[in-house]
Nanobody
C-alpha cells in the first residue's frame, strides 16, 4: 500500500507564493517507479489535473491554468514531490491532492484512473 501526505497549504493573498510538499511512504513505494502529480478541487467543481512529473523526473505536464506559474519537482530518493505555486490567483483556491501511479507515464487521462491519492491540503487565496 502507498500513503501520500500533503503539507504546505494555507491562506495567502493574491500574488503570493506557496510550496506544497507530498511525502510518500509504503512498503512498495519507490520514487523511481511512480509517476507523481497534483490535482485540485475547488468548491462546487470537479477534481482537475494540475501537474505531473514522470518516473525519471525528466518530463512534466501542466494544466493551462498552471503553466508559467506552477513548478512541479520531485526527490525520488526522499520520496517527496513538490508543487511551487507563484503568482497565486483567487481561482487557485482549492483542496490540492498529491497523487501517484505506477501504470502511466503521465496523469492526463481520466481522473478516476489515478491509483493513489493523498487526503488533500487546503489552499485559500484571498484578494
Amino acid at each position: 500500500q502507498v500513503q501520500l501526505i500533503e503539507s504546505g497549504g494555507g491562506v495567502v493573498q493574491v500574488g503570493d507564493s506557496l510550496r506544497l510538499s507530498c511525502a510518500a511512504s509504503g512498503r512498495t513505494f519507490s520514487g523511481y517507479f511512480f509517476t507523481m502529480g497534483w490535482f485540485r478541487q475547488a468548491p462546487g467543481k470537479e477534481r482537475e489535473f494540475v501537474a505531473d512529473i514522470d518516473r525519471s523526473g525528466g518530463s512534466t505536464n501542466y494544466a493551462d491554468s498552471a503553466k508559467g506559474r506552477f513548478t512541479i519537482s520531485k526527490d525520488s530518493a526522499k520520496k517527496m514531490v513538490y508543487l511551487q505555486m507563484d503568482s497565486l490567483k483567487s481561482e487557485d483556491t482549492a483542496v490540492y491532492y498529491c497523487v501517484a501511479d505506477t501504470r502511466f507515464d503521465d496523469l492526463l487521462g481520466p481522473t478516476s484512473q489515478v491509483e493513489y491519492w493523498g487526503q488533500g491540503t487546503q489552499v485559500t487565496v484571498s484578494s
